[in-house]
């Protein structure tokens, strides 16, 4: 008997369906892998299994779980299996998280309702969780809380929380999104050998297919709510057989995939619906058309330049003597673990937090020195695409109020030219003009990003920090922001410093790359240079780390370490 069983699940919300008739099966011990952009259903599934749908969802078919059917049970059955039998990691940490208890407390309050522990035993088995999965303080993060950590710290929490009571069946939603390459590959690798440890069934949600590739036993690859297509992992990533897998494996960047902005464009999946007829896919060619090949940007005179830059908060120093350089039309990637200086920097760079030596110098001038109608002139030349495109816009706002703010607040005074320029951004990344009376929560993840670029180039900047600025998206929404930002710098003549975790989407992008570790400049070279003779042991780690990567795995945690511990 399969440990999961699902026949013909079916979720919809007022007649509108979320999951159209759903079959497939996991095992103890293997890793199922769910793969689609966002809105196919994937975590609609996830939550369905859990019993964490809202009230108004309908639910159909059935989900037998040791055999027994999940969506039949009484609430107080379901109950006593959610955070025991069944554990989940949730993609957002931060909203998973009880913001007004401490997270021992959050802990032990699933071991307490789950098993014969004493409150002074849950703590002490919280604590070795939090060892298990590498928090750097155990003993003192149990006081804490969730705003006090760092995302891929509330990430390793949500995941202590999820294995607390040796679940039969985990469900890990998006786990390793927020992570940066290093702590996803131990995630993994934890993950991993707690499904061998403990015989659980893993059931792995994510657009990441090389985290699928190297995991996974078994994709299913879904898209408006259907499972398209079914393989073993091999089988799917060698002969897709759906055009739809086709195209996200042509859209992804992995380790094994040595492309780059100058050569091609990245593939992107078009999906053409109409009424009464099959869905039909397709893929762009990857090709540029004629007279669009990007322009190399070497030897253009710097346009930034930071020199020996020291800063950091209260008597702690984030960055230490920081030197680098921008140049014109060029794109420059900062690469490095969470914690390193990334975002300290591009604050710094913007003026949101002052340097305490050293200079930043824009077009020749130190911008430490400008104030008044200098400074509005500066900041209207440096703008900033944001990582979460859900935060970063206001939900009370249209899209037309939200850029016309940002036109007005820098005196472009005159509403016709104003509605004009609203317009043609519009055009220029790709949105219906209608969009502007809309809201935020009425676009996709990959469209409000699409709205936040439109909100930085709107006052037409000569440089623009992006700040992981597709580490949200899925594969095909992510290739199509990436494409339209080199289509940009084309056309605007933009530089950008784009900062991100995810050392392949950087080797593709950037001109440049830069390597940051403890708030220092390790390594500089191009993506050919550093990806085949990365000279720092700092950079060869982050590139070991890649999924799909040809290195050694991490070093193994310790797992059956715990299980000693607390006498499992």
Known sequence: MSLLDVRGLRVSYDNADAVKDLSFTLQAGETLALVGESGCGKSTTALALMGLLPDNAQLGGQVLFE????????????????????????????????????????????????????????????????????????????????????????????????????????????????????????????????????????????????????????????????????????????????????????????????????????????????????????????????GRKPRAPAGNPALLKVSDLTTGYGDSTVLNRISLEVGERESVGLVGESGCGKSTLSRTLLRLLPARSGTVEFDGRDIASLAGEELLGWRRQVQMIFQDPYAALNPRHSVETILDRVQRLHGQNDPGQRQQARLAMLDAVGLARSSLARLPHQFSGGQRQRIGIARALILKPRLVICDEPVSALDVSTQAQILNLLVELREELGLSYLFISHDLSVVRYFADRILVMEQGQIVEQATPHTLWHSPRHPYTRRLLAAIPGAAAPSPPPLPVSGLRFAVGW
């Not at 078994?218 to 408006?224: A, F, Q």
């Open 67 to 290: 055999g027994q059917d999940l969506l039949s049970i009484a609430p107080r059955q379901m109950r006593q299996l959610q955070g025991n039998a069944l554990g989940m990691i949730f993609q957002d940490p931060l909203s998973s998280l009880n913001p007004v208890l401490t997270l021992g407390e959050q802990v032990a309050e699933n071991l307490l309702a789950h098993t014969d522990l004493t409150r002074r035993q849950a703590w002490k088995r919280a604590e070795e969780l939090f060892a298990l999965v590498q928090l750097p303080r155990p003993a003192a993060h149990l006081r804490e809380y969730p705003q006090h950590l760092s995302g891929g710290q509330r990430q390793r929490v949500v995941i202590a929380m999820a294995i607390a009571c040796q679940p039969r069946l985990l469900i890990a939603d998006e786990p390793t999104t927020a992570l940066d390459v290093s702590v996803q590959a131990q995630i993994l690798e934890l993950l991993a050998r707690l499904r061998g440890e403990l015989g659980m069934g893993l059931l792995l949600i994510t657009h990441d297919l090389g985290v699928v590739g190297q995991h996974a036993d078994r994709v299913i690859v879904m898209h408006d709510g259907h499972a398209l297509e079914s393989q073993p992992t091999r089988a799917l990533i060698d002969r897709p057989q759906h055009p739809y897998s086709r195209g996200l494996l042509q859209a992804s960047l992995g380790a094994e995939h040595d492309q780059h902005y100058l050569n091609n464009r990245l593939a992107e999946i078009n999906i053409e619906r109409q009424p009464g007829q099959a869905t039909r896919y397709s893929v762009n060619s990857s090709h540029y058309g004629p």
